[in-house]
């Protein structure tokens, strides 16, 4: 179970580091201060100068090769393993636009997946090839608004079949980069037959964010933040006709689809996620060695080292135990790491969210307010504990993996 | 220790309650749907709807006597005890506009306490008798960015007497409610002897907000929330000359106003905190007896009873012992209150974050976006583990007193 | 809600206090230090320095008037309220013998409390009185190995009725008290009819410990201590004939019986555990006021302080819930109470254990040494999470009566 | 970092394991019967099946050269990593005498490596290698009751130099093993120059117990548990003479014989609170699966599926921290693992304590009693967070390390 740093992996760290550090953390802040300043008032519309900042970065990741490291096992990536990209991820987490930068990032890295793995020759040249590039940007139309989303079977937006097509009716919402006007096509989950079995009720499609009968009815907000321009959007589609070559693997295969999708998709947000802790713990005690009160370096009151070591001691594990599912997709497959997926997935942003929490304490009231990265890190991790399965959810299945060896 | 509802204050409870429920509650969310629309596109005025809706609640709330209940002992309120008030603020937390509606709100409830206790009769002419019909607002400016304001000896801000004058220089932030255009004064900390020992360098003032030299330098935001119109401003003062008569009570005073100041207010907010918390379990509840998944109510998953078990446990006893604060206040003064004081600021907002945290857990992504109050509910409470006073200070103040216990 | 010390029983609790310091604490240790001194090497036996010691105390409070405080509502007693009763019962709690010197002691008040309410004028006067003058003692069989009784229907110990008797056949463990010498009769819960509905299928006996066919197996050990000569005893009933007057209430009555028996009991373990956690604060303050590490009292170091705001918060809530429930009992009756006392239930002992345990980890190793009662008072707690029903049937209770508001 | 189980340990892990269920953990519990049951009534003499017990089992170890696995780089033991032992050890953890069976059990390990390390000829030969042969046992004694040992520095147990010996005066206790009359050498850490700077005041002596002054003044008790035969004795020492052959190293070299010596141990400890961790987790799903209450199997109640969602992901994130820390140990040395074994110290006890009250609580009162091994599991895990150094220490030690980064 070799799940350190390998020497191949290495020198690419240090780069991503270094980039993310010396070229991206210093244009992150304004990029974020341009939102909402494009002439037309439309928050959703990127300013020159935000488009600059992403391709200027771009094209310098991209000439270094530093570029789609997550496409592990494949010959148009690196084929890293999943603990070598876990090294990068990290880093990557550590400032909000870097995962873009390094065309990594979510969830256009889990919609690529299913192209290269389940689309279709025309899927692969149209779609595909131009998010690769990083041209074209994507979104995955999974939750709804009138269900119970976290039991994926209640999804209930409707795909039924006429003719050459499918016609699709229904919404979805929490559409995560749909906002994006760069965003050029959906994998959608629909409904094909509400009496098939339980498993095989849902399809997937690949829909083009400009077909006719869909509608962006609002961006949903997070704590307030409608994370303009790349918004989580909320989708009305009418009667939106899809032809039979879109729907993904066959009819009643949308729940397959999905949790090939799902499984990296979860690791790299628990991986970027401890980049964001790893951040925090640093930004709180620098903070703590910079200031006084009381007569004392702030960091030498109360219980503020236990608050470090805990700290430290939490994310060191989660890590570890990242790595540990990493390597278990490695070598056994997604199916068969699922068990330390759910794991990671309830361990890893609540660690980052109790590290961002105490580092926004230390901060003081600066630490909630748009001077410190931390509050924007904190409502993003937060959002982690309900995406790609609510924690409840995730423990459920711990438990039964559990209770597994000793059912008779 | 009476720590009961009074046969006098139960019926203002019923009223109020029935006020917030039935005419409160559903303005407010239009209320601050309505933010931002404003024609000049200044976040900071109010529409004319918003200000339609505040007055005829004023207006409905004052005919019906149900105004200024935080006056305890005093011939100007109802002279309701603090533990007879706890109830009626409980009530007054459930929904974001209610405080101000019963002219009840922060931080013009401890600035009018200011002005009751410490003003001078200009002071209580020109300033508490308008803020008392509730036709202007005021602001608190304490908090400095350059410095650990948790402990107030830091505080910097300049005021060096000028003849018959002070000249303030030097800037603060988190002025919550100075964003307001109706904000019309401010009492101000500052410092007039840095040579003078530890608790008399500072003095407070009173500062009309349209005094010269006073600049608005930015609003500050709670997780990329302005609050506005209500704001919490970061304010430079330059050359700002304040007459002497302006002073509070004596030079070098300033911690003894602020002591006298911030007891009630933190209470208050604890009170509050209590009742957005039974909002939030309610929300929780009813969210999980109306959705299914995998086969059942949701409710009857997982730890769900345990977790509402938990928030009725700790919602009791908090507000018992916010009760208990509050009738120690009563019964021997807000010095001797001190230690329950800051006990309560403690438990009362992590108490509450954590029943709002379960609620939107509760209720999938939904319960981070602007579809319920909590996500705003969380950001609100969350800053009060900051406001009046860091939890670690507090906790350390608690500690302290028992330990001088045993102390020889 | 009064839920102070009233003038009524000031006076009582200064008294009771003094005598728990001054005479009982003194002797509590050299009391326990004799257990297993008796000559014949029967740790089931107290040696004469143990009766000694017990029969003067016991004699002392008496000639005081300070016996039987639990009584409440009756002319047998002090007619105290259980918010009264609480501040004294806090008082006893703070050493481990003092509950019986004042004869309050589990499980005999309990019990006494079935023979005031159920028993018959035989029941009175053989073993109420008796019990009332601390002559005997008794024990409450109910707890079964074989079967999860957390949920009383799963109580399975057989009574048969035979003519004018039942015959009991079964086992019975954690009898609490049975092992003392002194214990003359048993309170034994069985089924009576397996075939009736689920509440109504037990009943409650009356039976001497002397009576044919009663067998103590062996002690149970509570982390290793079998709490000699208190003892909780497994016992076998092999065919015990008990005539139809040792009958309690009724066939079919027993769930009515034990919950009549069980409100009160439940809320005196709480305000015990109350007065444990006060002394093991003090315990903590006083170690950590004493000695010295690195160059600082061992209190300045680390999280200390928070450690003790902590204990401080959760002991001042637990207190005022106690107190809520003990109100709850005097103004609305123990049914109306059980939500309550569930709510206290779980709250007290956890808060309790917790500060005992961080009592402990300040008295490094001598904490769960025999050189502080700590340890024993951490099993004791311990006990308390499982004892007249385990917290996870507490919370489901609370939970329910919280969903019953909003169910339709 | 290789953390996984290489192919040279595997075998020995499986008939490791295979060894402690099958012929092991069937003796455990008559070995702990017998406790006490010695003719002479002793409590610290082994009754002659307990030595059978005892000496076959090691017999049958050792002729399948399962010895000694804890003596890794070394030519006398396996060769080991300390990564490959962690595997081993966290078997021997899951029953309390195993450790002793395979001649892996602390203390004398720990005083081994100080033989094998720092010994004189004449050491190894009188001392390590019956050490070795698991013939005699062996003590350390360190903590002192009259000072805060937390702090080494604290030790006061004098060594005055006199002609060609040290004369010891003083008092140990928690001398873990020196009850056990197999038990014939002490190590001992003694001040040997309180007027010499901080970290070189004290030396390390090598005395036979039966040397003339030693007298055992009693067993200290773990929770009320003597745990004889081993015991955790308080000793004073009179007058004892120490040829200057027997000081370690050097004079003032204490220190530096104490860290080589506790590293190791440390986390040794760590991993078979983890294969206790799992022990006390199959009990629980076990226990869960076989009971029923409320209509249902007690494992569908409730939280029990997040309980053991949670206790799964803790154990595995303590062992891949433990297994980093023993991969540090392996390829830094113990002085640069030092912060990983700090991390490890604090994280397992804690999360196996949380397990087992979990798996206690699972069992109702059982649960706490002697039918379950969890009740001796709990008290002693929970002497782990005091051994080798108490958690807060080893916290101040992890946050310093980590804010050492930051300092200039």
Not at 20 to 33: M, R, T
């Amino acid at each position: 179970m070799e799940l350190g740093m390998t020497e191949r992996v290495r020198p690419l760290v240090e780069q991503v580091r270094r980039m993310v550090a010396d070229e991206i953390a210093p244009l992150d802040a304004e990029y974020h201060a341009q939102v909402g300043k494009h002439p037309s008032g439309d928050r959703f519309q990127h300013t020159d100068r935000q488009l600059e900042i992403l391709d200027t970065l771009k094209a310098r990741a991209r000439e270094q090769g530093l570029w789609n490291f997550w496409l592990t096992d494949s010959e148009k990536g690196y084929g890293l393993t999943t603990v070598e990209y876990a090294y990068l991820a990290e880093e990557m987490g550590k400032v909000p636009i870097a995962a873009e930068v390094f065309n990594c990032n979510a969830p256009d890295t889990g919609n690529m997946e299913v192209f290269e793995r389940y689309g279709t020759e025309v899927h692969k040249e149209r779609w595909l090839s131009r998010l690769l590039q990083g041209e074209i940007r994507s979104a995955y139309l999974m939750t709804e608004p009138g269900v119970a989303s976290s039991d994926a079977t209640n999804i209930a937006l409707s795909a039924r079949r006429e003719g050459d097509a499918y016609v699709l009716n229904g919404e979805k919402w929490w559409a995560s980069g749909a906002g994006d006007p760069r965003c050029a096509v959906y994998i959608i989950m629909a409904c094909t037959d509400p009496t098939a079995s339980r498993h095989v009720q849902h399809s997937m499609f690949v829909v083009p964010s400009d077909a006719e009968g869909i509608e962006v009815l609002r961006p949903m907000q997070v704590f307030g933040d409608d994370d303009a321009p790349h918004g989580h959007m909320h989708i009305r589609l009418t009667n939106v006709r899809v032809p039979v070559e879109d729907l993904i693997l066959g009819e009643g295969r949308g729940f397959e689809v999905a949790q090939g999708r799902l499984g990296p998709g979860r690791i790299h947000h628990c991986m970027r996620a401890i980049g964001q802790a790893e951040s925090a713990l640093e930004m709180l005690c620098r903070r703590g060695l910079a200031r006084e009160a009381f007569g004392k370096t702030i960091i030498d009151l109360g219980a503020n080292y236990d608050i470090i070591a805990e700290a430290r001691m939490e994310i060191e594990q989660a890590r570890l135990l990242c790595l540990k599912a990493a390597w278990m997709m490695d070598t056994e497959g997604t199916r068969a790491a699922q068990p330390w997926i759910s794991q990671i997935k309830v361990v890893a942003p609540r660690m980052a969210l109790k590290v961002v929490d105490e580092a926004m304490q230390m901060h003081g009231a600066m630490g909630i307010s748009q001077d410190t990265p931390l509050a924007r890190m904190w409502t993003q991790l937060r959002t982690l504990r309900f995406a790609d399965g609510p924690d409840a959810v995730h423990r459920r299945q711990v438990a039964r993996t559990e209770l597994k060896r000793y059912r008779n």
